[in-house]
């Protein structure tokens, strides 16, 4: 009986779903498209956020029976989106994720022999070309939220275009919220646009008389007086990152305490892509009767993910872009101006289930004459190394000319081929090396990848597994309860006494593991756990990786120097010495500081190497470990020229050092 009503359930709610899946605005057009694929390879399709595109067109293109003939991969330009897509498509279509609907990010494989409907990131898609270059194994490829021009999407259009004539079986589906198709059309050879008319319901805009002194507060302020005087309906506000969104969850969650019983109960719900998934679901959940939600997001709830029931909109005008300078080598993460295309995506997310208000924390004039119509494309302002090894180990050498959208910087293209050069991924010529088709193999920044394939001359691999894994969760491993900063400091000191940098991210995890992966440990040295299960496994998969390229794991805990060179095999360009009560970056001087969290920050070493520099007050270094000059000498000659380290090394040393650049 029990079973009956389980099935019986499951069975309504699978109805339910198939009821919502027909009231997408995508639906009425469901056939047209199907003819519109079949007759056309390459197809740009246009529809807003919510029109259906990511999570109904794989499903109508499976019901066609294109899976019959290969896979289909949706592409997403972010992780978050990927995984929350994946699972909605799989409950729509019945089947557990994993199975016939599955995901692929970084470090994280939710497919199966089964799946024939495969989300995944740009980046891995990009990584699949590696194995596959013409995509043999796929029938159709969308590749999905073009109009974000994330790097890899960019590069995506030039290798997709490129393999279009070999493989006329396959179909190339670009799809866009934006009405900049015409751009993407002519690049492919003009390709036909097919529109998904979006039922758009009236957005009221309001802009502020003045600009705000602080956009954060005038945020939490605005959020508050919504709820208090506006009708039912949730609130979206979107902010830069997730230092905002916790300090607005805190903030708005004290002022909601003091009022206590005189308004309605305020759900907030915060969503980033740091915020376990368990806890990003929460924002999809419908709203409890006579509550209003408010979400507070990053620009991800601009195009690519759809919360129903958005009926407020708050953009303070801002988010977090990042900016590389070439000559420095400098990348930034910095709060900048939106552009008009993203203010009017962000207003449009009011108007989805009907009529809708949204409120620019900014004056109309500021919208009118400060902001660009269009966001800089990624590959136009990052660091390209990644990219250039990629296309590189793809056969694509002549980089300069390649068929880009919009052309790279070549001074940035030049800058990556150089390090790549240094680094000994590419020899003179520009072609790659051995050591750069074992580096290709890692889904790691280069300068991480070359320190994993040099630790096999330093019998360190394991150690240096570790450190990758740690580092490639980026700086989220400590966190600092406001009611025991003292205790969150001293626990993290501890991890740097007689260690420094690098080496105590390897001593936090090897003491993870000695305590058999405790959560209690975790809680009690105010170390996230989901970062530490999450580097575990990176770590596992690096470990894979490292059989795959037939290097051997081997430890050699003891020896220090030995993993310290490994590092500065990866990491010689990013060296900085001691000068003034500061530091100055070795290969282009810039003065920069040691970052205040880390163990090196008592210690002023006169070298160090750091693992990357981020701009917040000042030009900090984050991961420096202490290094000594002769190494650099020792692993990359070529690199340095020799009054960077004159006064630092033996007079033998310069003597050798004088006669290789004689030589060459």
């Not at 136009?380 to 180990?393: C, H, I, P």
């Not at 990848?449 to 150690?463: H, P, Q, R």
């Not at 969760?473 to 991890?495: E, M, T, W």
Request: include cysteine; glycine fraction near 6%.
């Amino acid at each position: 009986m029990g079973d009956l009503v389980e099935k019986s359930k499951a069975k309504s709610a699978l109805e339910a779903v198939l009821e919502e899946r027909k009231k997408l605005p995508i639906y009425p057009y469901r056939d047209e498209l199907l003819k519109a694929i079949d007759e056309h390879q390459v197809l740009i399709i246009v529809g807003e956020t919510g029109s259906g595109k990511t999570t109904q067109i794989p499903q109508y293109l499976h019901e066609a029976g294109y899976t019959k003939r290969g896979l289909i991969a949706c592409t997403q330009p972010r992780r978050v989106a990927t995984m929350s897509v994946a699972a909605r498509v799989s409950q729509e279509m019945g089947v557990k994720l994993g199975h016939e609907v599955g995901y692929s990010i970084r470090f994280e494989d939710c497919t199966s022999d089964k799946t024939i409907v495969k989300y995944m990131t740009d980046g891995m898609l990009m990584r699949e070309f590696l194995g596959e270059p013409d995509l043999a194994s796929y029938s159709v490829v969308m590749l999905d939220e073009a109009h974000e021009r994330t790097l890899s999407t960019d590069i995506l259009f030039g290798l997709v275009k490129d393999i279009a004539p070999f493989r006329p079986d396959l179909k190339l589906l670009i799809s866009s919220a934006t009405l900049d198709a015409e751009k993407f059309s002519d690049y492919f050879d003009p390709a036909p646009i097919f529109k998904i008319p979006g039922r758009r319901n009236p957005v009221e805009i309001n802009f502020t008389k003045a600009p705000e002194a602080d956009y954060l507060d005038a945020a939490i302020v605005t959020a508050l007086q919504i709820h208090v005087t506006q009708p039912p309906g949730d609130i979206l506000v979107f902010l830069t990152g997730q230092e905002e969104i916790e300090t607005a969850e805190e903030i708005l969650k004290h002022r909601t305490r003091g009022l206590g019983t005189k308004i309605a109960e305020l759900m907030i719900c915060p969503i980033y892509a740091n915020l376990p998934s368990e806890l990003q679901a929460k924002i999809f959940e419908p709203t409890p009767e006579g509550a209003r939600k408010v979400v507070l997001a990053t620009n991800i709830a601009e195009t690519s993910l759809t919360i129903d029931r958005i009926k407020y909109v708050i953009d303070p005008g801002f988010c977090k872009m990042k900016s590389y300078n070439p000559r420095t080598g400098m990348e930034s993460l910095l709060i900048t101006p939106i552009s008009k295309a993203s203010a009017m995506q962000r207003a449009c997310r009011s108007g989805r289930t009907g009529p809708g208000k949204c409120f620019r924390l900014y004056p109309a004039y500021n919208f009118q004459s400060d902001l660009d119509d269009n966001t800089i494309p990624e590959i136009q302002r990052t660091n390209l190394t990644n990219v250039v090894l990629m296309l590189k180990s793809l056969g694509i050498n002549d980089l300069l000319h390649s068929d880009f959208m919009d052309p790279p910087p070549a001074e940035a293209l030049l800058k990556a081929l150089e390090l790549l050069f240094a680094l000994g991924a590419l020899n003179k010529l520009g072609e790659l090396t051995k050591v750069g088709r074992l580096m290709a193999e890692f889904p790691l920044d280069p300068m991480l990848s070359k320190m994993i394939v040099a630790s096999e001359n330093y019998t360190c691999s394991d150690e240096i597994i570790s450190i990758a894994a740690m580092l490639s969760i980026g700086n989220s491993i400590f966190y600092c309860p406001k009611d025991k900063q003292v205790h969150a400091d001293n626990a993290r000191l501890n991890f740097h006494s007689g260690n420094v940098g690098d080496h105590a991210l390897m001593k936090v995890y090897n003491s993870w593991k000695e305590i058999n992966y405790s959560t209690q440990w975790c809680y009690e040295n105010c170390i996230h756990i989901r970062s530490m299960k999450r580097a575990t496994d990176i770590r596992d998969q690096l470990a894979g990786l490292l059989e795959r390229v037939e290097i051997k794991l081997t430890s050699n805990s003891s020896d220090l120097d030995a993993i310290k060179k490994s590092i500065t095999s990866g990491f010689f360009p990013q060296s900085a010495r001691s000068q003034n009560g500061s530091y100055r970056t070795v290969k282009h001087p810039q003065t920069v500081h040691i970052h205040p969290s880390s163990g090196l920050a008592h210690v002023h070493p006169r070298w160090v190497i750091y693992h990357e520099l981020v701009l917040t007050t000042k030009e900090y270094m984050r991961q420096a470990t202490e290094l000594s000059p002769d190494w650099l000498v020792e692993i990359a000659p070529h690199y340095y020229q020799l009054k960077d380290v004159e006064d630092s090394v033996s007079k033998k040393t310069l003597r050798g050092l004088e006669f290789y650049f004689l030589l060459h």
